[in-house]
């Protein structure tokens, strides 16, 4: 069974940074691009970043300079490191076994999120 477990949310102040985490079980994670995807309520979903299985970065102009993805293939974990967060970040982050730019449309490959709330 696949599972994607995200963690590392919170509140944080404008300007501040967090880091996500998400371990990855049931299938093979080194050979998968791994994406992270944000929702906001009563918004579309939003594809953000993804490490890809050849080890490349892609972002979303929204977060390019502020957000970092990585991933650490032996301990099946992505990351998302955000800095110089703002209230506009405020989301529900996913992790998502699927590709770039189209992670957001395939909620089947989701895990079930944390929590980011940038406020003052």
């Known amino acids: 069974e696949v599972q994607l477990v995200e963690s590392g949310g919170g509140l944080v102040q404008p300007g501040g940074s967090l880091r996500l985490s998400c371990v990855a079980s049931?299938?093979?994670?080194?050979?998968?691009?791994m994406s992270w995807v944000r929702q906001v309520l009563g918004k579309g979903p939003e594809w953000i970043a993804t490490?890809?299985?050849?080890?490349?970065?892609f972002y979303a102009d929204s977060v390019k300079g502020r957000f970092t993805v990585s991933r650490d293939n032996a301990k099946n974990t992505l990351y998302l490191e955000m800095n110089n967060l703002e209230p506009e970040d405020t989301a529900l982050y996913h992790c998502?076994?699927?590709?770039?730019?189209?992670?957001?449309?395939?909620?089947?490959?989701w895990g079930q999120g944390t929590q980011v709330t940038v406020s003052s």
């Open positions: 490490s890809d299985r050849y080890g490349e970065e």
């Open positions: 049931g299938f093979a994670f080194s050979g998968h691009d």
């Open positions: 998502a076994r699927a590709p770039a730019y189209i992670a957001n449309i395939i909620p089947g490959s």
